[in-house]
Each structure stands twice: as C-alpha cells, then as structure tokens.
C-alpha cells in the first residue's frame, strides 16, 4: 500500500501495544503491511519496541495475547 500521510499519521499514533495487536490479530493480506506502508510499519514498530524497553514489550506481548477470542 502506497504510504499516505494518512496511513503514516495513523502508524505514528499507535502506540507499541496497539501495534502489536494489530501485527498479530490482521487477516492475511492485510494493505497497511504491504509495500511502502508495511516496511514503514515494521520499521515504526520495532523502534517504538526499543523505546518501550524489554520489559515493557513483555508486559504488552502477555496483554496482546495469542488468542483472539480470549
């Protein structure tokens, strides 16, 4: 997906947690992971991991979960 400033401003407001969601939870094929926006993604998303701290990332791993439903 073509990187917008719309999709941009919405990856930049989307804290780790929230992103990490939607990492996981998204039907395959989701766009926002596709092309520009997906590598712009990725790359917002691991940053905002290091600046949340290891222990922060678990803490938010754990609350995310695996299981949609549960």
Same mark, same amino acid.
């Given at each position: 997906m073509k990187l917008t400033e %719309?999709?941009? &401003? =919405?990856? $930049?407001?989307? !804290?780790? *947690? $929230?992103?990490?969601?939607?990492? *996981? +939870?998204?039907? &395959?094929? @989701?766009?926002?992971?596709? $092309?520009? !926006?997906?590598?712009?993604?990725?790359?917002?998303? +691991? @940053?905002? =991991?290091g600046h949340v701290g290891p222990? %922060?990332?678990?803490?938010? !791993?754990? !609350?995310v979960g695996w299981d949609k439903?549960?």
């Amino acid at each position: 997906m073509k990187l917008t400033e %719309e999709i941009k &401003a =919405r990856i $930049d407001g989307m !804290s780790y *947690r $929230d992103m990490l969601a939607l990492w *996981r +939870f998204a039907p &395959a094929g @989701e766009p926002i992971f596709q $092309d520009e !926006s997906g590598q712009y993604y990725s790359k917002v998303m +691991f @940053e905002k =991991r290091g600046h949340v701290g290891p222990a %922060e990332a678990v803490a938010a !791993s754990k !609350s995310v979960g695996w299981d949609k439903g549960g």
